[in-house]
């Protein structure tokens, strides 16, 4: 089993939540009141959303990103704009989270493949050469505007707004139509095409149904999923890199467990934790189970790689720790009663 240090951990914890405009965190009011032990305060802490107000500060930082594009490119295709990102789901565990600002060539789009004519019907204008010009482009005016601006990404560049302390990745893609889309004409169903500049390669994504879907899940588990995402990243954030997943990992990991075995009532997180740990149990001990596994918008297997079996492992161990350390608390009435107050 792990050792862990809940003092350190709940000061990592009260770091990536801090305001420092307040002088505090955007934690519980009991949090640090010696009402729970510790172990049970990470747990629940560990799980509480990020507040609107501090995500609305990173629209922001997207909505500004994208007028200063649109006040200062000169190109001959109009573009759209969209963000993605944990903000998009308030699955985020941090109080200055990055977001994505997609940034679309507007003016056609990629078809797959049952919908694609013998021979593609745009020849106003090459492709590839469109949305270099249009990275080039945004690289000048990100650099203008900001002092730090980060080029080096296959797909996108970066900039940091220091006032309102949060990152943006622009991400330059195309539209990227389905059938089902051309049927409903619901963006649930749109997907885009990123762009590989180094390989010169279109990659299909939908990252439209992917926020939609996680949303719905967590709507219709009273925030269960939620919170069992935002634990599993709190988890990984302080295991001092021992947990080797992705976000987007850890999000299809919990994704995938039945809603009855998220679904939150008041002071059930260690519930929650405990259908977790048994998925991975379950990901550990059935091979094909895991690799069948499907992303939120189910069009990606990611755990179909041997590679995410130690970030598996080392979660479920440090996972495991938490629940036995919080389960041995509850067995103190005193500490029981305190939970339903705290």
């Known amino acids: 089993m792990a050792n862990l240090n809940y003092e350190r951990r709940l000061m990592n914890l009260n770091a990536r939540r801090f305001d420092e405009q307040v002088g505090k965190a955007d934690l519980s009011e009991s949090y640090g009141k010696f009402i729970l032990p510790k172990n049970l305060e990470y747990l629940i802490e560990s799980m509480r959303p990020i507040e609107k107000k501090y995500n609305d500060v990173t629209l922001v930082a997207a909505e500004n990103v994208k007028k200063h594009l649109e006040r200062d490119l000169s190109l001959h295709f109009n573009r759209a704009y969209r963000t993605q990102g944990s903000v998009k789901t308030s699955t985020n565990i941090k ?9 679309l060539v507007d003016r056609y789009q990629f078809l797959e493949p049952a919908l694609c004519p013998p021979q593609y019907p745009y020849t106003d ?19 203008n505007q900001y002092d730090d601006v980060d080029t080096t990404g296959k797909k996108s560049i970066s900039i940091t707004n220091k006032n309102l302390r949060r990152k943006v990745d622009l ?5 990227y139509d389905t059938q089902r889309y051309s049927e409903a004409n619901d963006e649930f169903y749109r997907g885009i095409c990123l762009y590989d500049f180094p390989a010169k390669k279109r990659l299909p994504d939908f990252p439209f149904a992917h926020i939609s879907n996680v949303n719905w899940k967590g709507e ?3 925030d269960g999923s939620r919170k069992g995402i935002r634990l599993v990243k709190t988890l990984k954030a302080d295991s001092e890199d021992r947990i080797k997943l992705s976000s987007f990992e850890l999000t299809c990991l919990v994704h995938s467990i039945e809603n009855s075995d998220l679904f939150y009532r008041n002071r059930e997180e260690l519930k929650i934790a405990i259908s977790i740990s048994s998925q991975i149990g379950k990901m550990l001990s059935d091979s094909v189970y895991r690799k069948s596994i499907k992303s939120p918008n189910a069009t990606e297997k990611p755990f179909d790689n041997d590679d995410c079996l130690s970030g598996l492992r080392n979660l479920k161990e440090d996972l495991d720790q938490l629940i036995k350390d919080c389960a041995g608390e ?4 005193l500490t029981k009663r305190s939970l339903l107050i705290y």
Not at 95 to 102: G, Q
Not at 125 to 143: A, E, F, H, N, V
Not at 171 to 175: A, E, I, L, N
């Open 95 to 103: 109080l200055h989270s990055d977001i994505d600002l997609l940034v």
């Open 125 to 143: 204008s090459i492709p590839d050469d469109d949305i270099w010009l249009l990275r080039r482009q945004s690289t000048t005016i990100m650099q």
């Open 171 to 175: 991400v330059f893609s195309f539209w």
């Open 220 to 222: 219709n588990t009273l």
């Open 330 to 333: 509850l067995n103190n009435f």
